[in-house]
Protein backbone atom coordinates (compact mmCIF):
# COMPACT_ATOMS: atom_id res chain seq x y z
CA UNK A 1 0.00 0.00 0.00
CA UNK A 2 1.07 3.71 -0.76
CA UNK A 3 0.68 4.38 2.98
CA UNK A 4 3.06 1.86 4.50
CA UNK A 5 6.10 3.96 6.70
CA UNK A 6 4.24 7.60 6.21
CA UNK A 7 2.34 9.15 8.69
CA UNK A 8 -1.60 8.79 7.59
CA UNK A 9 -4.18 11.67 8.36
CA UNK A 10 -7.89 10.42 9.33
CA UNK A 11 -10.38 11.14 11.57
CA UNK A 12 -10.80 10.24 15.09
CA UNK A 13 -13.14 11.05 17.76
CA UNK A 14 -11.43 12.49 20.49
CA UNK A 15 -11.78 13.37 24.36
CA UNK A 16 -10.30 16.68 25.34
CA UNK A 17 -12.00 16.71 28.70
CA UNK A 18 -14.45 14.81 30.91
CA UNK A 19 -18.05 15.28 30.96
CA UNK A 20 -18.16 16.55 27.16
CA UNK A 21 -19.08 15.76 24.44
CA UNK A 22 -16.41 13.61 21.88
CA UNK A 23 -15.13 16.24 19.19
CA UNK A 24 -14.64 14.78 15.22
CA UNK A 25 -11.13 15.89 14.57
CA UNK A 26 -7.88 15.12 12.00
CA UNK A 27 -5.24 13.54 13.71
CA UNK A 28 -2.02 11.82 12.27
CA UNK A 29 -1.71 8.40 12.90
CA UNK A 30 2.16 7.20 12.85
CA UNK A 31 3.11 4.31 11.54
CA UNK A 32 3.66 1.21 13.32
CA UNK A 33 7.13 0.21 15.47
CA UNK A 34 8.64 -2.65 16.05
CA UNK A 35 5.87 -5.52 17.15
CA UNK A 36 3.07 -2.76 16.11
CA UNK A 37 0.18 -2.56 14.04
CA UNK A 38 -1.71 -0.43 11.79
CA UNK A 39 -4.79 -1.34 11.80
CA UNK A 40 -7.77 0.38 9.39
CA UNK A 41 -11.32 0.71 11.84
CA UNK A 42 -14.70 -0.42 9.45
CA UNK A 43 -16.87 -0.92 12.55
CA UNK A 44 -17.00 -0.87 16.35
CA UNK A 45 -19.75 -0.88 18.58
CA UNK A 46 -19.73 1.78 21.38
CA UNK A 47 -19.61 -0.20 24.82
CA UNK A 48 -20.50 1.54 28.29
CA UNK A 49 -16.71 1.07 29.60
CA UNK A 50 -15.98 3.62 27.13
CA UNK A 51 -18.05 6.51 28.70
CA UNK A 52 -16.28 5.56 32.28
CA UNK A 53 -12.97 7.21 31.22
CA UNK A 54 -15.06 10.72 30.65
CA UNK A 55 -17.02 10.90 33.44
CA UNK A 56 -16.33 13.36 36.10
CA UNK A 57 -16.04 10.94 38.92
CA UNK A 58 -13.52 8.76 37.70
CA UNK A 59 -10.24 8.96 39.16
CA UNK A 60 -7.20 8.46 37.16
CA UNK A 61 -8.23 9.21 33.22
CA UNK A 62 -5.67 9.92 30.95
CA UNK A 63 -6.87 12.85 28.78
CA UNK A 64 -7.06 14.12 25.55
CA UNK A 65 -7.43 10.50 24.71
CA UNK A 66 -9.49 8.15 21.47
CA UNK A 67 -11.38 6.18 22.86
CA UNK A 68 -12.89 2.66 21.65
CA UNK A 69 -12.07 -0.73 22.42
CA UNK A 70 -15.08 -2.96 20.57
CA UNK A 71 -14.03 -2.85 16.71
CA UNK A 72 -12.77 -4.63 13.96
CA UNK A 73 -10.96 -3.86 10.90
CA UNK A 74 -7.99 -4.63 8.20
CA UNK A 75 -4.64 -4.41 8.85
CA UNK A 76 -2.83 -1.30 6.81
CA UNK A 77 0.64 -2.07 7.74
CA UNK A 78 2.86 -3.79 10.20
CA UNK A 79 6.09 -3.07 11.92
CA UNK A 80 9.28 -4.98 12.32
CA UNK A 81 8.79 -8.19 13.87
CA UNK A 82 5.61 -8.88 13.37
CA UNK A 83 4.65 -12.64 12.15
CA UNK A 84 0.89 -12.94 13.43
CA UNK A 85 -0.49 -10.55 10.74
CA UNK A 86 0.07 -9.08 7.51
CA UNK A 87 -1.49 -6.10 5.41
CA UNK A 88 -5.07 -6.76 4.37
CA UNK A 89 -5.83 -9.42 7.24
CA UNK A 90 -9.21 -9.10 8.65
CA UNK A 91 -8.48 -8.81 13.00
CA UNK A 92 -10.28 -7.69 15.88
CA UNK A 93 -8.20 -5.47 18.30
CA UNK A 94 -8.58 -7.37 21.95
CA UNK A 95 -7.80 -4.88 24.95
CA UNK A 96 -6.28 -8.71 26.83
CA UNK A 97 -2.84 -8.94 25.12
CA UNK A 98 -1.52 -12.61 24.93
CA UNK A 99 2.07 -12.03 25.07
CA UNK A 100 2.42 -15.94 25.13
CA UNK A 101 5.40 -16.17 27.93
CA UNK A 102 4.29 -14.85 31.02
CA UNK A 103 3.22 -16.96 33.85
CA UNK A 104 -0.72 -15.70 32.88
CA UNK A 105 -0.40 -16.37 29.32
CA UNK A 106 1.07 -19.94 30.14
CA UNK A 107 -1.69 -20.72 33.05
CA UNK A 108 -4.65 -22.64 31.33
CA UNK A 109 -6.60 -20.84 34.52
CA UNK A 110 -7.16 -17.16 33.39
CA UNK A 111 -6.89 -15.24 29.85
CA UNK A 112 -4.78 -12.47 31.26
CA UNK A 113 -1.51 -11.36 30.72
CA UNK A 114 1.35 -9.62 32.78
CA UNK A 115 1.11 -6.67 30.26
CA UNK A 116 -2.72 -5.95 31.08
CA UNK A 117 -3.16 -6.77 34.34
CA UNK A 118 0.12 -5.08 35.92
CA UNK A 119 -1.78 -1.61 37.19
CA UNK A 120 -4.17 -1.55 39.57
CA UNK A 121 -7.25 -0.36 37.31
CA UNK A 122 -6.99 -2.19 33.59
CA UNK A 123 -9.36 0.91 31.67
CA UNK A 124 -6.69 3.12 32.01
CA UNK A 125 -3.20 0.53 31.28
CA UNK A 126 -2.41 0.67 27.74
CA UNK A 127 -2.80 4.57 27.45
CA UNK A 128 0.86 4.69 25.75
CA UNK A 129 2.44 2.22 23.47
CA UNK A 130 5.50 -0.18 24.70
CA UNK A 131 8.10 2.83 24.23
CA UNK A 132 6.16 5.07 26.25
CA UNK A 133 4.59 7.31 24.02
CA UNK A 134 1.83 7.49 21.56
CA UNK A 135 1.25 6.58 17.46
CA UNK A 136 -1.42 9.61 17.81
CA UNK A 137 -1.05 13.71 17.41
CA UNK A 138 -3.71 16.35 16.80
CA UNK A 139 -3.22 19.79 16.84
CA UNK A 140 0.58 19.34 17.58
CA UNK A 141 -0.37 17.82 20.99
CA UNK A 142 0.13 14.09 21.79
CA UNK A 143 -3.25 12.13 22.47
CA UNK A 144 -3.70 9.13 24.55
CA UNK A 145 -4.39 5.79 23.56
CA UNK A 146 -7.26 3.82 25.00
CA UNK A 147 -7.00 0.19 26.30
CA UNK A 148 -4.54 -0.12 23.81
CA UNK A 149 -7.04 -0.37 20.93
CA UNK A 150 -8.46 3.71 20.55
CA UNK A 151 -11.02 2.48 18.02
CA UNK A 152 -12.85 5.31 17.65
CA UNK A 153 -9.80 6.90 14.94
CA UNK A 154 -10.48 5.67 11.05
CA UNK A 155 -7.09 4.19 11.52
CA UNK A 156 -5.37 3.17 14.93
CA UNK A 157 -1.30 1.56 15.85
CA UNK A 158 -2.21 -1.95 18.38
CA UNK A 159 0.79 -4.17 19.55
CA UNK A 160 0.49 -7.56 17.94
CA UNK A 161 -0.23 -9.56 20.69
CA UNK A 162 -3.18 -7.48 20.96
CA UNK A 163 -4.85 -8.74 17.77
CA UNK A 164 -6.49 -11.29 17.08
CA UNK A 165 -6.94 -12.59 13.01
CA UNK A 166 -10.07 -13.35 12.10
CA UNK A 167 -11.74 -15.59 8.55
CA UNK A 168 -11.73 -13.47 5.42
CA UNK A 169 -15.23 -13.46 4.63
CA UNK A 170 -16.12 -12.15 8.48
CA UNK A 171 -18.65 -9.47 8.50
CA UNK A 172 -16.56 -6.60 10.45
CA UNK A 173 -19.94 -4.50 10.88
CA UNK A 174 -20.86 -7.64 13.37
CA UNK A 175 -17.78 -9.27 14.61
CA UNK A 176 -16.60 -6.34 16.22
CA UNK A 177 -19.12 -7.14 18.95
CA UNK A 178 -16.58 -10.19 19.72
CA UNK A 179 -14.10 -7.56 20.85
CA UNK A 180 -15.82 -6.92 23.86
CA UNK A 181 -19.74 -6.92 24.77
CA UNK A 182 -20.94 -10.66 23.18
CA UNK A 183 -17.52 -12.11 24.57
CA UNK A 184 -17.70 -11.09 28.09
CA UNK A 185 -21.34 -11.42 28.72
CA UNK A 186 -21.37 -14.90 26.58
CA UNK A 187 -18.05 -15.91 28.18
CA UNK A 188 -18.67 -14.86 31.55
CA UNK A 189 -21.63 -17.49 31.60
CA UNK A 190 -19.75 -20.76 29.72
CA UNK A 191 -16.34 -20.13 30.84
CA UNK A 192 -16.33 -18.12 34.22
CA UNK A 193 -19.50 -19.49 35.92
CA UNK A 194 -19.24 -22.81 33.47
CA UNK A 195 -23.05 -22.65 33.73
CA UNK A 196 -24.86 -25.92 33.48
CA UNK A 197 -27.40 -27.93 31.92
CA UNK A 198 -30.78 -28.12 33.76
CA UNK A 199 -29.36 -25.25 36.38
CA UNK A 200 -31.39 -22.08 37.30
CA UNK A 201 -29.43 -18.55 36.30
CA UNK A 202 -30.08 -14.76 37.07
CA UNK A 203 -28.57 -12.11 34.76
CA UNK A 204 -28.57 -8.58 36.33
CA UNK A 205 -28.39 -5.79 33.40
CA UNK A 206 -29.88 -6.50 30.19
CA UNK A 207 -27.05 -4.42 28.08
CA UNK A 208 -24.90 -6.08 25.29
CA UNK A 209 -23.51 -7.71 28.11
CA UNK A 210 -26.15 -9.18 29.79
CA UNK A 211 -28.12 -10.17 26.77
CA UNK A 212 -24.91 -11.88 25.73
CA UNK A 213 -24.80 -13.69 28.79
CA UNK A 214 -28.40 -14.93 29.01
CA UNK A 215 -27.20 -16.44 25.75
CA UNK A 216 -24.73 -18.35 27.21
CA UNK A 217 -26.85 -19.64 29.63
CA UNK A 218 -28.96 -20.28 27.26
CA UNK A 219 -26.38 -22.37 25.03
CA UNK A 220 -25.21 -24.27 28.26
CA UNK A 221 -29.10 -25.55 29.00
CA UNK A 222 -29.62 -24.01 31.55
CA UNK A 223 -33.53 -24.51 32.38
CA UNK A 224 -34.54 -21.21 33.59
CA UNK A 225 -33.36 -17.53 33.27
CA UNK A 226 -34.56 -14.60 35.00
CA UNK A 227 -33.51 -11.55 33.56
CA UNK A 228 -33.30 -8.61 35.88
CA UNK A 229 -33.44 -4.91 34.62
CA UNK A 230 -34.58 -1.57 35.74
CA UNK A 231 -35.79 -0.79 32.28
CA UNK A 232 -39.00 -2.92 31.36
CA UNK A 233 -38.31 -1.98 27.58
CA UNK A 234 -35.33 -4.51 27.48
CA UNK A 235 -37.38 -7.57 28.48
CA UNK A 236 -39.05 -8.53 25.04
CA UNK A 237 -35.59 -8.79 23.97
CA UNK A 238 -34.53 -10.81 26.71
CA UNK A 239 -37.29 -13.28 26.10
CA UNK A 240 -36.18 -13.53 22.37
CA UNK A 241 -32.90 -14.50 23.45
CA UNK A 242 -33.91 -17.14 26.18
CA UNK A 243 -34.86 -15.09 29.23
CA UNK A 244 -37.61 -17.63 30.62
CA UNK A 245 -38.48 -14.66 33.46
CA UNK A 246 -37.79 -10.76 33.81
CA UNK A 247 -37.97 -8.84 36.65
CA UNK A 248 -38.06 -5.17 37.37
CA UNK A 249 -37.01 -3.75 41.00
CA UNK A 250 -38.23 -1.23 40.63
CA UNK A 251 -41.71 -2.40 40.52
CA UNK A 252 -41.62 -4.90 42.88
CA UNK A 253 -42.17 -4.23 46.71
CA UNK A 254 -39.44 -5.76 48.44
CA UNK A 255 -36.09 -6.60 47.18
CA UNK A 256 -35.42 -8.39 44.10
CA UNK A 257 -33.64 -10.95 45.30
CA UNK A 258 -36.34 -12.26 47.78
CA UNK A 259 -38.26 -12.36 44.98
CA UNK A 260 -36.01 -14.44 43.35
CA UNK A 261 -35.29 -16.69 46.39
CA UNK A 262 -38.86 -17.17 46.49
CA UNK A 263 -39.17 -17.73 42.54
CA UNK A 264 -36.57 -20.58 43.03
CA UNK A 265 -37.32 -22.59 46.57
CA UNK A 266 -33.91 -21.26 47.89
CA UNK A 267 -32.15 -19.23 45.28
CA UNK A 268 -30.79 -19.71 41.70
CA UNK A 269 -27.36 -22.02 41.25
CA UNK A 270 -25.57 -19.20 39.18
CA UNK A 271 -26.13 -15.16 38.99
CA UNK A 272 -24.32 -12.97 36.78
CA UNK A 273 -24.33 -9.27 37.53
CA UNK A 274 -23.28 -7.48 34.81
CA UNK A 275 -24.65 -4.17 36.04
CA UNK A 276 -22.13 -3.11 38.57
CA UNK A 277 -22.51 -1.27 41.79
CA UNK A 278 -23.27 -2.66 45.20
CA UNK A 279 -26.79 -2.79 45.70
CA UNK A 280 -26.89 -4.96 42.52
CA UNK A 281 -23.43 -6.83 43.87
CA UNK A 282 -25.48 -7.60 47.01
CA UNK A 283 -28.57 -9.03 45.33
CA UNK A 284 -26.16 -11.01 42.65
CA UNK A 285 -25.29 -12.72 46.18
CA UNK A 286 -28.15 -12.73 48.24
CA UNK A 287 -30.36 -14.66 45.35
CA UNK A 288 -28.36 -17.15 45.14
CA UNK A 289 -28.96 -20.58 46.94
CA UNK A 290 -27.05 -21.64 49.92
CA UNK A 291 -25.09 -24.71 49.45
CA UNK A 292 -23.18 -23.82 45.91
CA UNK A 293 -24.81 -20.81 44.62
CA UNK A 294 -22.29 -18.85 42.30
CA UNK A 295 -21.64 -15.73 41.43
CA UNK A 296 -19.68 -13.98 39.12
CA UNK A 297 -19.13 -10.33 38.60
CA UNK A 298 -18.75 -8.73 35.44
CA UNK A 299 -20.01 -5.20 35.83
CA UNK A 300 -17.97 -1.91 36.89
CA UNK A 301 -19.86 1.23 38.20
CA UNK A 302 -17.82 4.33 38.96
CA UNK A 303 -16.29 4.83 42.13
CA UNK A 304 -19.26 2.68 43.72
CA UNK A 305 -17.72 1.50 46.74
CA UNK A 306 -18.02 -2.15 45.96
CA UNK A 307 -19.61 -5.18 48.10
CA UNK A 308 -19.67 -5.81 51.66
CA UNK A 309 -19.86 -9.44 52.72
CA UNK A 310 -19.91 -11.17 55.23
CA UNK A 311 -18.04 -14.57 55.90
CA UNK A 312 -20.97 -16.77 56.83
CA UNK A 313 -22.20 -16.14 53.30
CA UNK A 314 -19.29 -17.44 51.77
CA UNK A 315 -19.12 -20.42 54.57
CA UNK A 316 -22.72 -21.35 53.49
CA UNK A 317 -21.12 -22.66 50.12
CA UNK A 318 -21.51 -19.96 48.20
CA UNK A 319 -18.63 -18.66 45.63
CA UNK A 320 -17.77 -15.36 44.47
CA UNK A 321 -15.99 -15.02 41.01
CA UNK A 322 -14.92 -12.18 38.64
CA UNK A 323 -14.98 -12.06 34.71
CA UNK A 324 -12.80 -10.04 32.23
CA UNK A 325 -13.70 -10.31 28.35
CA UNK A 326 -15.37 -13.65 29.24
CA UNK A 327 -12.28 -15.87 29.92
CA UNK A 328 -11.64 -15.55 25.90
CA UNK A 329 -8.15 -14.36 24.01
CA UNK A 330 -6.20 -13.73 21.37
CA UNK A 331 -6.70 -17.81 20.27
CA UNK A 332 -9.98 -18.19 21.15
CA UNK A 333 -11.53 -15.45 19.36
CA UNK A 334 -11.31 -16.69 16.01
CA UNK A 335 -13.24 -19.40 16.89
CA UNK A 336 -16.42 -17.48 18.27
CA UNK A 337 -16.25 -15.62 14.72
CA UNK A 338 -16.44 -18.63 13.37
CA UNK A 339 -19.23 -20.32 15.28
CA UNK A 340 -21.07 -16.81 14.27
CA UNK A 341 -20.84 -17.43 10.65
CA UNK A 342 -22.18 -20.91 11.63
CA UNK A 343 -25.50 -19.78 13.30
CA UNK A 344 -24.00 -20.59 17.02
CA UNK A 345 -25.62 -17.67 18.11
CA UNK A 346 -27.07 -14.65 16.91
CA UNK A 347 -25.04 -11.11 17.10
CA UNK A 348 -27.97 -9.52 14.50
CA UNK A 349 -30.44 -9.22 18.12
CA UNK A 350 -27.72 -6.99 19.80
CA UNK A 351 -27.56 -4.50 17.39
CA UNK A 352 -30.39 -2.04 18.17
CA UNK A 353 -28.80 0.72 15.92
CA UNK A 354 -26.25 1.67 13.35
CA UNK A 355 -25.01 5.25 12.72
CA UNK A 356 -22.06 7.09 10.39
CA UNK A 357 -18.71 7.62 12.74
CA UNK A 358 -19.35 10.87 12.41
CA UNK A 359 -22.91 10.71 14.47
CA UNK A 360 -20.54 9.59 17.32
CA UNK A 361 -21.78 11.36 20.08
CA UNK A 362 -25.76 10.29 19.49
CA UNK A 363 -24.67 7.39 19.76
CA UNK A 364 -23.28 7.87 23.32
CA UNK A 365 -26.82 9.52 24.15
CA UNK A 366 -28.66 7.27 23.19
CA UNK A 367 -26.74 4.78 25.17
CA UNK A 368 -26.67 7.21 28.23
CA UNK A 369 -30.81 7.33 27.64
CA UNK A 370 -30.99 3.39 27.71
CA UNK A 371 -32.50 3.40 24.38
CA UNK A 372 -29.68 1.28 22.77
CA UNK A 373 -28.55 -1.99 23.40
CA UNK A 374 -25.36 -1.91 21.12
CA UNK A 375 -24.82 1.21 18.34
CA UNK A 376 -22.41 -0.02 15.73
CA UNK A 377 -20.19 2.44 14.26
CA UNK A 378 -19.57 2.64 10.59
CA UNK A 379 -16.08 3.86 9.39
Known amino acids: MGTKGKVIKCKAAIAWEAGKPLSIEEV ?102 EDKTSRFTCKGKSIYHFFGISAFSQYTVVKDVNLAKIDDDANLERVCLIGCGFSTGYGAAINTAKVTPGSTCAVFG ?41 LNPRELNKPVQDVIVEMTNGGVDFAIDCAGGSEVMKATVDCTTVGWGSCTFVGVNVN ?58 EALDLLKQGKSIRTILIY
Not at 223 to 246: E, P
Request: net charge positive; glycine share 10%; aromatic share 6%.
Open 28 to 129: EVAPPKAHEVRVQIIAAGLCRSDTHVINPKFEGAFLPVILGHEGAGIVESVGPGVTNVKPGDKVIPLYIPHCKKCKFCLSPLTNFCEKFCKGKNPLIEQELM
Open 206 to 246: LGGVGLSAIMGCKTAGASRIIAIDINSDKFAKAKALGATDC
Open 304 to 361: DKGLTISPVELILGRTLRGSSFGGWDVDTVPKLVSDYKNGKFNLEALVTHTLPFEKIN
